[in-house]
């Protein structure tokens, strides 16, 4: 589904990827996970047409969409939920979760499937509620619906258990279980790996702009 070719960055005249080769399936969870400062959100930003690679190709389902924009990025079915939620603070969480839809359907429709998500994934009882009065983990979990209801085949998630208490990790891990069954691909990135274990197919480490692959 996503195949990145000899994927460079410099910033400030430092190296912070070197030739990434990775891949993530149809409906492959792999897991990007390397310390702090490796590159992940770097990887993440430039795969989400975010910011540019110096050089190297990044092809969608067999198409070049290296000089993609992030907006042409979403049409073509990549989403990106920020490691800090970026959700429109004065509106409430089910206008948060319609907007991202209205790009592919009527409003009425897009709140329709707003409403049906929520329920789907446990949320309901948020929906009345402003974004700026959510917890985190419940800002946590309204970026990832954000990206999931844009209607993309594959989430690129940023560190989406970080700064998550146990049972809020616990309930996002579940959560993303489910979007695996249904086929969802995604490339997640954590500092640990352990936290992935039983949702990736794939690990892949990141440490100083370079990536192994493993089990
Ligand atoms: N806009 C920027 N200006 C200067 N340096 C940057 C910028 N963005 C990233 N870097 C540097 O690039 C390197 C990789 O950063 P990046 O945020 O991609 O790592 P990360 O693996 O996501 O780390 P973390 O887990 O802490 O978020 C770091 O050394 C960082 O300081």
């Not at 690679?53 to 000089?67: A, F, Q, S, V, W």
């Not at 592919?104 to 049906?116: I, K, T, V």
Request: glycine share 8%; aromatic share 6%.
């Amino acid at each position: 589904m996503l195949r990145v070719r000899g994927l460079s960055k410099r910033i400030d005249h430092v190296v912070v990827l070197r030739n990434i080769n990775l891949e993530v399936g149809s409906g492959e969870v792999v897991c990007l996970y390397g310390p702090n400062g490796s590159g992940k959100s770097t990887l993440m930003r430039i795969l989400a047409g975010l910011d540019r690679p110096d050089c190297g190709k990044i092809i969608l389902m067999e198409r070049d969409i290296t000089e993609e924009s992030a907006w042409d990025r979403v049409a073509s079915g990549i989403a990106y939920a920020f490691q800090i939620p970026r959700p429109f603070k004065s509106l409430k969480f089910v206008e948060n979760l319609a907007l991202p839809a209205m790009v592919r359907m009527d409003r009425e429709q897009a709140f329709r499937l707003a409403e049906s998500v929520a329920e789907r994934y446990g949320v309901e009882h948020l929906l009345e509620k402003r974004a700026d009065r959510l917890s985190q983990g419940e800002l946590k979990i309204l970026e990832l619906l954000r990206a999931y209801m844009t209607g993309a085949r594959l989430l690129l998630l940023d560190e989406p258990f970080a700064s998550l208490d146990t049972d809020n990790a616990r309930y996002l891990r579940e959560k993303l279980v489910e979007m695996r069954e249904e086929g969802m691909a995604m490339l997640i990135t954590s500092h640990r790996r352990r936290i992935l274990e039983g949702i990736a197919d794939r690990f892949v480490r990141l440490e100083g702009g370079v990536v192994s692959a493993e089990g």
